[in-house]
């Protein structure tokens, strides 16, 4: 918590010097910025405008065409359905967890924290092999747990129809974690006034959990909704290689950034792929801006 | 939880017949005491079962590299074999390509700490100078920089993808090096500590004193940012290093690989996931896989357990404003 922050005050404000100095500090970051951030995003909205059977407008062309392809809406459900799953668990089981947690004593909630966070450094392909294993019954840690399933094989356990909440088990075991921190994190900040004015009152645990903390933490769990969809909405790596690891049996456009990847990639339909980019692209910074603007948790001074 | 604290009269009579057959210890009509020792023990076996979800597939991650394949399959999941099977998996995933995993990881370090190079060398000046500068568009930078550090990172690898395809720089390290080094997370971080932390007086006596505004920043700031520096390192290492699809996409051959594709080639050549590969002359199997996940996961999972203090400060910056 070395970073409270408070708004700068006038005197502050009154003392920055107005001089070039401030371009020459952030230029370099600029640079990025508009190499990086913005060209890519424009490059990609005109690719997107374009026809792919050569240069001239499309107007909408690439986005209806990506919208009609039959691999699109069952990515779209696919996508919808997992982030429904992981975004219920996490609302639940995170806030849920956080609350238990921080009535535990000081070392114990110590050591639990820890605990969930660790998987946290196993992002990317990593935690996917991981959990490929861990979904495999010839050997898998819990194999009695699938067996219970009515599960032998692999492939039974990936089956298509349970993909959704083997990404979303996937994406708490690395997630889930970090968000129980923030929460603990906002918990601790309730001033500890309100809590003893409550309890004087009367109120029980419960009480305490859904009247006082979880109104105190609900810009909190706002944010963690809010990006948490965004970054679901991009699922790329788990289904790629839970794809490629069931042997065909996992279609490898399972959700719309791989359909984007393959237009790109197989059909070599740069605009196509654009355009799918495009939408996707647009629903994350419309999280973002919602973020930045409904929660108030950034503030830009 | 919450049902079993509400349970209503009725259901609470059909579990006390249930228990009483099966000899159950009665719940629910013994008064308060009871029930809260109940809830108790539930709450412990709760955060029990949670702990083994994060944890067990750790620890049968930690010790299938000292098992053979077939160890993996017959004995007990949490077996341990010996040391010398995980010399024997080395061996085996050191032979895969010609000793394809170290160039990946070689490779990975060398992204990985060339992004958090350029990274700190241009968003610490850039969080200071939002911080404690005045120039035109400052507070349209500040908020993209906002926006773009709240958004998904993988949204922008497509675009990414086709603006380097465009300038003909597939294939390049710097295809991977130069994203990796835009960190609007870190600029927002450095601004923040700049606003909070560094006193702006200290910094106007620096100027009355006579320094320029760069040996303001240079001799006065930036010594006092070491922390922000550190943080602003360790959280683009850890985004670098764990990055799949922005490499995937943009370095085609295995020998440019960071390790995290590695990986992912990995699995396709095995024949533990893929029965087609003639296994014969290939000896990577999970034993040799689960090793490469430990070597991928290694040095995050080391910086991991040393610096959650620091972890934690990241997580909540800008958490706790009010």
Redesign the interface.
């Known amino acids: ?6 708004a ?1 005050s006038v ?3 009154r ?12 230029s ?3 640079v ?2 508009i ?3 913005a ?3 424009v ?2 909205l005109v ?1 997107a405008f374009q026809k792919s059977t050569g240069s001239g407008f499309a107007g909408a062309g690439n986005f209806v065409q990506s919208f009609k392809d039959f691999r699109f809406l069952p990515a779209v459900e696919h996508t919808g359905l997992y982030l429904l799953i992981w975004l219920v668990s996490l609302v639940v ?1 995170v806030v ?2 956080a609350l ?2 921080h009535t ?1 004593g000081k070392r114990t909630s110590t050591v ?1 924290r ?13 935690s996917v ?6 979904l495999d019954p ?6 009695f747990l699938l067996h219970g399933f009515g599960w032998t094989s ?1 492939n039974q356990v990936i089956a298509p129809e349970h993909l959704p909440y083997v990404f979303a088990i996937m994406a708490f ?1 690395t997630g889930a ?2 968000w129980i ?2 929460m603990y ?2 918990l601790n ?1 309730i001033p500890s006034e309100l809590m003893e004015a409550a309890r004087l009152d009367g109120a029980s645990p ?1 009480q305490l959990a859904l009247r006082i903390k979880i109104p105190m933490i609900r810009k ?1 769990i706002a944010y963690m909704v809010i ?1 948490a969809f ?2 679901g ?2 699922l ?2 788990e289904p ?2 839970v794809s ?2 069931s ?1 065909g049996l996992i279609n490898p456009t399972w959700s719309p ?1 791989q359909l ?2 393959a237009y ?2 197989q059909l070599n339909n ?1 605009n196509g ?2 355009a799918i ?1 495009i939408d ?2 647009v ?3 419309i ?3 919602l ?2 603007v409904r929660t108030g ?5 | 939880m919450k049902t079993s604290i509400d349970a209503s009269e009725p259901q609470v009579a059909d579990q006390r017949a249930r228990q009483a057959s099966t000899g159950g210890r009665k719940v629910g009509r013994r008064g308060r005491r009871t029930r809260s020792v109940a809830l108790r023990s539930l709450v412990v076996l709760l955060l029990a079962v949670v702990a083994a979800f994060f944890l067990v597939p750790l620890i049968w991650l930690l010790l299938a590299p000292t098992k053979t394949d077939s160890a993996l399959i017959a004995r007990s999941p949490f077996a341990f074999g010996s040391f010398s099977q995980v010399a024997t998996s080395w061996n085996h995933l050191l032979a895969f390509e010609g000793g394809a995993i170290l160039v990946w990881l070689r490779n990975s370090a060398v992204y990985s700490f060339a992004g958090m190079a350029i990274a700190i060398v241009v968003g610490i000046p850039a969080g200071y100078g939002l911080a404690v500068t005045q120039f035109v568009g400052r507070k349209t930078l500040l908020v993209i920089t906002l926006v773009v550090m709240i958004m998904p990172s993988t949204a922008l690898v497509l675009p990414l993808f086709l603006e380097m395809n465009s300038l003909h720089l597939v294939g390049n390290a710097f295809s991977v090096i130069l994203p990796f080094s835009f960190f609007p997370f870190g600029v927002y971080l450095a601004y923040i500590y700049f606003t909070t932390t560094v006193p702006a007086d200290l910094l106007a006596a620096a100027r009355i004193d006579g320094c320029s505004e760069w040996k303001t920043f240079r001799y006065v700031a930036a010594p006092l940012a070491m922390p922000v520096i550190a943080l602003v390192a360790f959280f683009n290492f850890v985004a670098n290093w764990n990055n799949f699809f922005l490499p995937f996409v943009m370095l085609p051959s295995s020998n440019q690989y960071p390790i995290q594709v590695g990986l992912e080639n990995l699995l396709s050549s095995t024949p533990a996931f893929n029965p087609t590969i003639g296994g014969s002359q290939l000896a990577v199997y999970r034993p040799e896989v689960a090793l490469a996940i430990l070597l991928a996961i290694a040095p995050v999972l080391i910086v991991f357990l040393f610096s959650q203090r620091a972890l934690v400060t990241g997580l909540l910056a800008g958490a706790t404003k009010e």
């Open positions: 918590m070395a970073f409270t922050h408070r700068p005197t502050v404000a003392r920055r010097p107005r001089s070039v100095a401030g371009y020459a500090f952030v370099g970051y600029a990025l910025l190499g990086l951030g060209a890519p995003t490059w990609a690719l089981l849920g967890l238990v947690v535990r639990l820890f605990v969930y966070y660790l998987p946290g450094a196993l992002a990317g392909a990593a092999l991981v959990w490929l294993f861990v010839a050997v898998s840690p819990i194999s692999f075991w974690g970090g921190l923030v994190g906002a900040n419960w909190w990006l965004a970054t909405s991009q790329f790596v790629q290689l490629q690891a042997g950034n984007a990847y790109a990639f740069f792929a654009s980019s996707l692209l629903l994350g910074l999280c973002a801006a973020i930045v948790l950034f503030e830009a001074s």
